[in-house]
């Protein structure tokens, strides 16, 4: 097994996100691999069907450095770096991940199944697919209280 030099850890500030620090921050910790906190802002931004503005990106900047102070800690080997790109977020994803030729993508995930992410697309799914090292994903655990799974005859009939 190859040593884990670089971990990319993308992140949008949403909790889906937010779901994935730990473990990054963990392995970075116990590998001694240095961690990237990456952001990707849109180009353009669609706001009840118009485009607007995107926000300005010292804004993310301003977060990442935020979250960068607090991610930091002594039990780190390497010092946390930060990078912000714009662009389609899957696509800068990638040219982030062979820039700082990262051995490993650890990113939060939506966790949406079928139609959902057949219309609303997968920024994971398109990561996983197209990067050169290995992609691990966290899903967003829901909150609220666990139910019995159903049947996949009260599946099927909820679908009608």
Sequence with gaps: ?????????????????????????????????????????????????AYVAPMDPRVYQEALEELRERLEGPDLKLAI???????????????????????????????????GRLVLGSVAEAVMRHADCPVLTVKTPHPGPTRKAKSFEERATALF
């Design 1 to 49: 097994m190859n040593a884990m030099n670089t971990i990319l850890y993308p992140t949008d500030f949403s909790k889906c996100s937010d779901a994935a620090i730990p473990l990054a921050r963990s392995l970075a910790r116990d590998s001694g691999a240095k961690l990237i906190l990456l952001h990707v802002s849109p180009l353009e931004v669609i706001a009840d069907g």
């Design 81 to 115: 770096e930060v990078d912000q790109r714009q662009g389609d977020p899957a696509t800068e994803i990638l040219v982030a991940a062979d820039a700082w030729r990262a051995d490993l993508i650890v990113m939060g995930t939506h966790g949406r199944g079928g139609l």
